[in-house]
């Protein structure tokens, strides 16, 4: 790879990029095309795929009593009435 290909593929991907940036990169990407080299090694074969038709959910547990943060809320809001957050109106 050489700063050439760099320019290029800044060019094909509409990035306006600084000649340091360009250099940048260029001592980047030999870890980065390793990297991809790993993943090209990877057979198909060798990755369990299992599936399953049923979803796995939680179950629905409330964590915390109604209103506890409420007033730290509240308190933060610059106008309120009667525990509700007044807001300005937008339409």
Do not use: W
């Not at 340091?20 to 980065?32: K, R, V």
């Not at 090694?41 to 409330?62: G, H």
């Not at 009593?65 to 525990?83: A, N, T």
């Amino acid at each position: 790879m050489q700063l050439d290909d760099i320019k290029k593929l800044a060019q094909i991907t509409r990035i306006d990029m600084a000649e340091d940036e360009m250099q940048d990169i260029l001592s980047t990407f030999p870890s980065i095309l390793s990297y991809i080299k790993q993943i090209d090694e990877i057979s198909p074969d060798s990755i369990d795929i299992s599936y399953s038709d049923t979803n796995k959910l939680r179950d629905d547990i409330v964590t915390n009593e109604g209103g506890e943060y409420s007033q730290d809320i509240i308190s933060q809001m610059p106008d309120s009435d009667h525990g509700y957050l007044k807001v300005k109106q937008i339409l």
